[in-house]
């Protein structure tokens, strides 16, 4: 029998190390190039399976709230979903509202639409197990840190049913940027003292 090969399995995947393709992407924060948007700073790429769901509005209203911990550490933050700029637009709304956030305040950080599901496609993001109601699969809950010098730094895939623990990517991102500039390893639970 013909081996037919999955979704996943048609993608590049990104290994550590690699340098993050400069996608251009239209997002909440306007048509942008990711390289562009980073600059010289650190960059976390976590994709969501669709606007409006409540696991994903948890994790957004999450990512707001600790957006001080990211500038404080130099990260930029990128979502993304596989709906629409519109769509972004309103559900950014509903996220600050969730959050209690002030008054005609914003999402701090852009969400970037992937309505063809070409960048979740092709960074093996999707979930084979989750498809929208027209039978599309939806994308998972992926991670990517991505260093100053644009390369992978550290990839998470969680199924689009386990909702993420933002404070182990910022976790994550002290050591990883202890361990850019010291030859250290850090041990099981460190914690920045
Ligand atoms: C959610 O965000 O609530 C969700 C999305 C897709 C599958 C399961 C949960």
Request: no cysteine.
């Given at each position: 029998m013909q081996h037919r090969?999955?979704?996943t399995e048609r993608s590049c995947r990104m290994l550590l190390g690699d340098v993050f393709p400069n996608f251009e992407v239209d997002s909440t924060f306007g048509r942008m190039k990711v390289h562009d948007f980073l600059g010289d700073s650190w960059g976390v790429l976590f994709s969501h399976p669709g606007d409006f769901t409540p696991v994903c509005t948890t994790e957004l209203g999450r990512?707001?709230?600790?957006?001080?911990?990211?500038?404080?550490?130099?990260?930029?933050?990128?979502?993304?979903?596989?709906?629409?700029?519109?769509?972004h637009q309103r559900w950014s709304q509903d996220?600050?509202?969730?959050?209690?956030?002030?008054?005609?305040?914003?999402?701090?950080?852009?969400?970037?639409?992937?309505?063809r599901r070409e960048l979740v496609q092709s960074l093996g993001m999707l979930d084979p197990d989750e498809k929208d109601p027209g039978g599309m699969p939806l994308s998972a809950r992926c991670v990517f840190v991505?260093?100053?010098?644009?390369?992978?730094?550290?990839?998470?895939l969680y199924p689009a049913s386990t909702g993420r623990n933002f404070d182990e990517i910022l976790r994550v991102i002290d050591s990883l940027q202890l361990t850019a500039h010291n030859r250290v390893a850090t041990p099981v639970d460190w914690r920045h003292p």
């Open positions: 090969p999955r979704e990512a707001a709230q600790l957006s001080p911990e990211f500038i404080r550490r130099d990260v930029k933050l990128m979502a993304l979903s596989v709906d629409g700029v519109e769509e996220i600050v509202a969730y959050n209690n956030t002030e008054a005609g305040s914003q999402l701090p950080f852009p969400i970037i639409a992937d309505v991505i260093g100053p010098d644009k390369k992978l730094k550290l990839s998470i």
